[in-house]
C-alpha cells in the first residue's frame, strides 16, 4: 500500500463517520461498518464495556434511547483527527488465519459531548465486496473527563510560600485520607496499587488495606524458584511520578536492571518502591473484620477493618475488591491424613533443598505444578512424578514471545501504546481468530515440543471444551485465569527427558501412608506430595467477605467472557451499587485501572 494511500484512505473514512456521528446518524454511523464488522466501546456511549458485532447489533446500541435521544446523538462524538504523531499512526496490517484479512489501521483522537470528555479510537479497514473502505473493528475510548484530567504535575514542587516540607505534605494527604477515604481498596498487590494510583492522579482519595506486612509479600513469599512468565514490559506498571521530569518508567527501558522474565523477589521490591513512589496510603497487616454493610441512603459502606492490633471502622463511597486469585483449591481424597509424608498445596511451597534425594509427586500440570517440578529437579529430589488429571494447553515462552507477547513497536516506545493497540481488539474477535487459524500457527512453532511431550504421554489440548474450538492459550487466560495452561520456560524439556515423569490418565482414588492408588488400581509411592492444584474462584473470595443479599446482585463469575466477550465484572459496573473488583495480569491492570478511575469520578461528578 502507497504512503499516500496509507493516509487518505482513513482519513476520507473518517471524515464521512464524523460528519454520520455528528448528526446523530445511526444508520449512517453503521453504514461504515463492515457486514460482519465489530465495534468496542469502553465508556464513551455507555458507563460500561460493550463489544458488538455485525450492523443490526451496532444499529440496536447506538439507536437506543437516553435522556430522549439515541445513544449515538446523546454522546455528540466530533472533532475527530487522525493520531499521526504515534507508533499508532496509520499503517498497513494483515490478521492471521487462512482468510488473509488485510487493510489499513490507525489511531485517531475525538470529543465527547456528554459527559465532556476526551477519546481516542482506532479503526482496522478492509475494503467489502464492492470494494469499499469498512470498519473490520472500530474502537472508542474514553481518554480523560475534561476539566479532571489525570495528573502527571509534581504535587509537592519548589513554592517560596511552602510551609511545610516533603514528608510533612504526604503525611497531612494521608492523615486527610485515613479520617475519610472515598474509596477502600482490598488487596495491595498490582491490580489494587495501580488503581489507587489511578484515583490519586483523578484526585480521588483512596486507602488501601494489604493483609501481609509489606508491600510486594503476596510475591515475594510465594515459591522461591517462581519468575514471571511473560517478558518485563508486560509486566511493567504505568508511573506518572510525582516529579515532572518524569513522564513514566517501566521494566522494559530498564534493562540493564530487570531480566526478560523477572524473579518473585526482584518483582515484589518493585511493587514496594512504587507504592512509596505514588505515595500511596497503605494500611499493612490489615483485613476486613466483619461483614461490610452498604446504606443505600447514606450512599456509604461501613467497614471494620483489623488494622495490626486494633480495630477501625471506616466509611467509604466505594468498595474495591482487589484481592488477586483466590485462595488454594485443595481437593479432598480419601486417606490424605493417612499419609506420612510431607502434603501442601503449591502455594506454600518454599523449600525443595529440604527434600533432596526423595520421591516428589506433584498433583497437576499447569504452570505451578511445573515449576515446582523443576524446583525438585534442580535440587536433586530423586524421582519426580507429575499426575496429569486433565489435558493442558501448552505453548513455549518462545513462541509467546514470537506471537501473542510480541512487541510490534521499538522498545522505547510508552506501554500505553501497545495497551491501546491490544484492547482495539474486540477479545471475541480474537479468540475467533485464533480458532480459525492462529493457534494452528502458534502449534505449529512449537511441534518439536509438541511431539516429544506425546511420545511421553503428556496429554495436549487447546481447546475449552471438546468440538469448541482451538482457542488456545489466549482463551484459556481470558476465560479461566489461565487455569490449565504451561507456558513453558523449561519444564517441558524435563518430561521429553524423562527426569520429570507423567502419570496420566487415570484420577486419584485415595492416599494411603505411602502414597496415591489410582483408580484403575496402579500406585505412586512418595515421601512429598505437592498439590499444584489452582486456586478458588474470585467470587467464593467475595462471598466469604460480603453478605449473600450483596452477592445474590452479583454476576456468578469475576473474570471469564460474558456474552460479548467483555470480563465479568472486572473494572466495570458489578451489579451492585458502589462495588468493585480489579482483578488481572499486569497488562489488564494497568490499562483498565484508568477505567476503574473515569467510573468513580464520573460517580463523584454526578454524571454518572
Not at 475525538?110 to 474502537?139: C, E
Not at 481498596?185 to 494489604?210: D, K, N, P, T
Request: hydrophobic letters at 40%.
Amino acid at each position: 500500500m502507497a504512503s499516500e494511500d496509507r493516509y487518505a484512505i482513513p482519513a476520507d473514512w473518517l471524515k464521512s463517520l464524523e460528519v454520520a456521528s455528528s448528526a446523530g446518524d445511526s444508520t449512517s454511523f453503521v453504514s461504515h461498518f463492515l457486514s460482519d464488522g465489530w465495534f468496542r466501546d469502553l465508556l464513551c456511549f455507555s458507563w460500561d464495556f460493550r463489544t458488538l458485532s455485525g450492523l443490526e447489533k451496532i444499529h440496536g446500541f447506538l439507536s437506543e434511547v437516553v435522556d430522549g435521544k439515541t445513544r449515538l446523538e446523546h454522546s455528540g462524538l466530533r472533532d475527530f483527527k487522525l493520531d499521526d504523531h504515534t507508533v499508532n499512526a496509520p499503517s498497513p496490517f494483515k490478521l492471521p488465519g487462512p482468510q488473509g484479512i488485510q487493510g489499513v489501521q490507525g489511531a485517531f483522537t475525538f470529543t465527547i459531548t456528554k459527559p465532556a470528555a476526551l477519546g481516542r479510537g482506532f479503526f482496522r479497514l478492509t475494503q467489502d465486496t464492492d470494494g469499499k473502505w469498512k470498519a473490520l473493528t472500530l474502537f472508542t475510548n474514553m481518554q480523560d473527563l475534561v476539566g479532571h484530567e489525570e495528573s502527571s504535575a509534581d504535587q509537592y514542587g519548589p513554592h517560596k510560600d511552602r510551609k511545610m516540607t516533603w514528608e510533612e505534605d504526604v503525611d497531612a494527604r494521608f492523615r486527610a485520607i485515613e479520617a475519610d477515604p472515598t474509596v477502600l481498596i482490598v488487596g495491595g498487590g498490582q491490580a489494587g496499587l495501580m488503581s489507587a494510583a489511578r484515583l490519586g492522579r483523578l484526585g480521588i482519595r483512596a486507602l488501601v488495606i494489604e493483609k501481609n506486612a509489606r508491600v510486594g509479600d503476596s510475591w515475594r513469599h510465594r515459591y522461591p524458584n517462581l519468575t514471571l512468565h511473560t517478558p518485563a514490559y508486560q509486566s511493567s506498571i504505568h508511573i506518572r511520578l510525582c516529579f515532572s521530569s518524569f513522564k513514566g518508567i517501566y521494566l522494559s527501558n530498564v534493562r540493564t536492571t530487570f531480566p526478560n522474565y523477572i524473579p518473585k523477589g526482584q518483582l515484589a521490591n518493585f511493587l514496594d518502591s512504587y507504592a512509596v513512589h505514588q505515595e500511596l496510603c497503605i494500611w499493612l497487616s490489615s483485613s476486613i473484620a466483619s461483614t461490610p454493610v452498604y446504606n443505600p441512603s447514606s450512599a456509604r459502606w461501613t467497614v471494620e477493618v483489623q488494622h495490626r492490633d486494633r480495630k477501625v471502622f471506616v466509611n467509604p463511597k466505594y468498595l474495591v475488591l482487589a484481592t488477586g486469585s483466590g485462595s488454594p483449591r485443595i481437593p479432598t481424597w480419601n486417606g490424605m491424613d493417612e499419609f506420612q509424608g510431607a502434603l501442601y498445596h503449591s502455594d506454600f511451597h518454599k523449600d525443595a533443598e529440604q527434600f533432596r534425594g526423595k520421591r516428589v509427586v506433584v498433583v497437576g500440570a499447569g504452570n505451578a505444578s511445573a515449576d515446582i517440578c523443576q524446583d525438585f529437579v534442580a535440587h536433586g529430589a530423586t524421582e519426580v512424578t507429575m499426575v496429569q488429571r486433565s489435558a493442558t494447553c501448552v505453548m513455549s515462552s518462545t513462541t509467546a514471545e514470537k506471537t501473542y507477547l510480541k512487541f510490534p513497536f521499538p522498545h522505547s516506545t510508552p506501554i500505553e501504546e501497545l495497551d491501546f493497540r491490544n484492547n482495539s481488539m474486540p477479545k471475541a474477535f480474537f479468540l475467533q481468530l485464533k480458532i480459525s487459524g492462529g493457534t494452528q500457527h502458534a502449534k505449529m512453532l512449537d511441534k518439536e515440543l509438541h511431539d516429544g511431550l506425546r511420545k511421553v504421554g503428556f496429554n495436549l489440548t487447546w481447546e475449552l471444551s471438546p468440538g469448541s474450538g482451538e482457542i488456545g492459550l489466549e482463551g484459556f487466560v481470558f476465560s479461566r485465569q489461565a487455569s490449565g495452561t504451561m507456558l513453558d520456560i523449561g519444564c517441558g524439556k524435563l518430561i521429553i527427558e524423562g527426569r520429570v515423569k507423567i502419570k496420566q490418565g487415570r484420577d486419584i482414588s485415595y492416599f494411603d501412608k505411602d502414597g496415591i492408588t489410582f483408580e484403575d488400581g496402579s500406585k505412586l509411592s512418595a515421601d512429598v506430595i505437592v498439590l499444584a492444584t489452582g486456586n478458588e474462584p474470585i467470587m467464593k473470595t467475595a462471598r466469604a467477605l460480603l453478605s449473600n443479599d450483596i452477592t445474590d446482585l452479583l454476576s456468578p463469575e469475576v473474570w471469564g467472557l460474558d456474552s460479548e466477550g467483555e470480563l465479568n465484572q472486572t473494572y466495570r459496573p458489578s451489579g451492585h451499587p458502589a462495588l468493585w473488583f480489579a482483578s488481572g495480569p499486569f497488562g489488564i491492570s494497568r490499562f483498565f485501572s484508568k477505567h476503574l478511575g473515569l467510573q468513580i469520578l464520573a460517580k463523584e461528578l454526578g454524571i454518572a
